[in-house]
Nanobody, 123 residues
Framework: QVQLVESGGGLVQAGGSLTLSCAASGRTFRSYAMGWFRQAPGKDREFVASISGSGGITDYADSVKERFTISRDNAKNTVALQMNSLKPEDTAVYYC????????????????WGQGTQVTVSS
């Protein structure tokens, strides 16, 4: 069993920045990929970014490239999402996920999810 707890969400003005964090417990963290997804009201959960167990491979959705950065600290069992130049369309609940899959970009690739953290970007 894996427990994931996200934090760091909030309200920010367009152009601002936020850093989300996800703390994991329950299994060998460094062996598994982690990812961030988001879900806006009435929409499907969509891929934002993922990172391999070692941290050496990252993938991003086109909509967040050059603005968001995913990173992980295997000593602390945490993964972070640094979000810069935020836009109103980034408003959503952000979820972190945990998976044994290689370069996981689909929600169905993930075995465990956190409870989510709300990010609201005002115009």
């Amino acid at each position: 069993q894996v427990q994931l707890v996200e934090s760091g969400g909030g309200l920010v003005q367009a152009g601002g920045s936020l850093t989300l964090s996800c703390a994991a417990s329950g299994r060998t963290f460094r062996s598994y990929a982690m990812g961030w997804f988001r879900q806006a009201p009435g929409k499907d959960r969509e891929f934002v970014a993922s990172i391999s167990g070692s941290g050496g491979i990252t993938d991003y959705a086109d909509s967040v490239k050059e603005r968001f950065t995913i990173s992980r600290d295997n000593a602390k069992n945490t993964v972070a999402l640094q979000m810069n130049s935020l836009k109103p369309e980034d408003t959503a609940v952000y979820y972190c996920g945990y998976t044994g899959r290689w370069r996981p970009t689909r929600a169905s690739d993930y075995s465990y999810w956190g409870q989510g953290t709300q990010v609201t970007v005002s115009s």
